[in-house]
DNA sequence: CATGAATGAGAGTTCATTCAT
DNA sequence: TATGAATGAACTCTCATTCAT
């Protein structure tokens, strides 16, 4: 996994609204001071992201991150506070690197509300089907870095949230949206992603998002229905 | 967390379809032969449930668990292999509580299938917020025991499309189901576990339902919409 | 391997010279009292030769040792006090084993001393290709039982320094046999019978047996020299 | 026990016969980097030829030996793969120093083959004699480290062979030397090794040997014998 | 900054032995 | 006498972290 940028530790931007703040955003990386160690951190970073997302966070060790890096073992040290902060900081890039990869989709669509999270979805589905250690790192933040996971669910819930309540004011929504249809909504994601993306059945993602868009429009039951 | 009846490597039962059999179903456990036995493996389970639980598989140990089981730390190898064929018996026997809690509520329902799924949703929900372990030890397998996670939710994602089958072969579905629908159903269908059930905000478990209900029915979009 | 007789504990008998008792000749064992009893002990014995010669000493393990027998676990402790000293008993028995194998052909043979000895090594190396197992008891004794290891090579050399002195008195021998002549002796066969018995080249024995005497007999050194 | 210079993971050189390579030479060491490495890597081995000829390979623990070498115990891992790795590497040390230990006096010696065996034999006593543990550490290898004890013995009966075939050619010999006869000079050695150079009896080394080298060139029998 | 040796707490696991049934 | 559950000391090995060079 390659980090462009200097995304590090700028996982969350200002926001209108209930966003949840990463946990202690910046402290969890000394930052270099030199071009030099600027590629070094860079080096770790990147090997721990794979070695994580290949082995998990227990299997992983520092010592083999740094092989990989092709560094010393004592520089880890210079750059992060310990395995658990990596761990964070990477959390953190790959949420915000996740809904960097979604925004613009959402943002150039030019249809309804909810076709709009269905190609938000679809965009989603290649992301994961093309990032398989992402998904990993971040699922398994439930266990190592638990706020860090929440606030990256809550801020996601919220972000669907916000564009169901712009369509609504709109007049676009049957429904009043409430949390649990933005949680609903993630959700689905989420484990289409695991399926489609993840364990890569090999489907059509065009289809998967398409049957998952009519499901969010008209619904499973006869039309005109209840 | 109590172990009700001898449920351990019970996990999967007959079934028409698709299912996948539970990893090494029996060979984790070295079965007691006698009746006191019988009490301790059964006091080693609970006490590993609740520390998993709480602790999540790493950073609990088996010097905790059987202090806490109030049996001898060799005391454990004489039923069990290993942490992790502790923890996977553990995982099969989870995924089979949480089946059977849910299958009577669909069993007893008299309306109809997308009105089921709400109701089997509500079970879950309150499940979920009763038994907040479970869910971890189970989310927690994904990293541990991979095989028996995915065996869970490939199980259950086959369940669901059955029922939908079922519903379609009936004439009360307006869509022909699909793999894709059963895995958002469920994807819904865990978020909202979390976050109801787990992370517990106090909402009104009834009322997450009947949204959930109410998307799955009809969607989110303007009735005869698109 | 089957212990015929009762002959355990019974591994060293009176002789003239200076043989060394082996250890707690008797206390090794806990005297069976009843028919039914005697088999449990047969069984247990004979299952430990086995598992003591094909995995030695440390690798071998009581409980396995009782499931080879066929007995329960606690039994054991009926019959002996400690895996040591049944490993103690095993050596004492098969000492005298290799004793009983070899002295007949000893006591039969018509020709001179020397070529007696190399009868009897005849019969040692059959005797260690067919017991493979014995050998190995007796060699790890050496780590795990050595007093019964010393009294063993002891005892052996003792009884060839014997008859090389017979064999001298009555004139046969060119040189005053001494200690180093019988340890020597015993080492050549020690080691022919690792190399041709245990390791089992497939070497004809007799072939063997027959080099060593005639090295016995007149050395490697052209006849006449010095 | 001091390992002099790099001796370590050098025990076979090369040589015209059929000789057995120790077995993964190389592999069982952490080579260090440093001159600090290397000395702690030094503590370490010597402290383990102490402890494992005092106490025996399964007696003896990484924790004693790493106390005894002064270093932290999970020092012991940064240069040793496991337990059995150090033993097997202290076996092939040990195997070649004892080689390298009686070589000398072999090529210096300006006499008859056999005779050369006798000079041979004598270092080879007073090498066991000073150093016991070596004997104890090879001898113990038959059940810790079977193929390097198997590769230790199968050498120096190829060498003393070689030596026999060498001396035949030049006609010094009065038989055809064999595989039994290199076999059984080697048994003789390791036993007068045993009585008389570990078990110690305050001999006379010199006398031991000149019994053997008669016992070689000329046999016990009476001169012009059979 | 970079390096890699050193540290030691802590974990999982084994198994001889005891003991209640 | 037979059974097998229970015990816990002891052991090997891991790895995050520190620190001297």
Redesign the pocket.
Known sequence: MVLKRGRIATATQGGKGKRVDAVNTASQLRE???E??RR?QRAVLDAAAAEFGEKGFH?????SITIRAG????????YFE???ALFKALVQDMSGRVRDHVAPVLGAHAGGAIAAEGVALHAFLEFAREHKEIYRIIDEAEFVAPEDWRAHYLNTAARILERLQAAHAKGELGVEPCEAHAWAIMGMNVFLGLRFGVMDTGADLGEVARAANDLLQDGLGLSGSD
Chains 1, 2, 3, 4 share one sequence.
């Open positions: 270099p001071r030199t030099r160690g070094t299997e992983s060790s520092i010592v560094v010393a073992l004592g520089s880890f040290y210079t310990s395995k658990e």
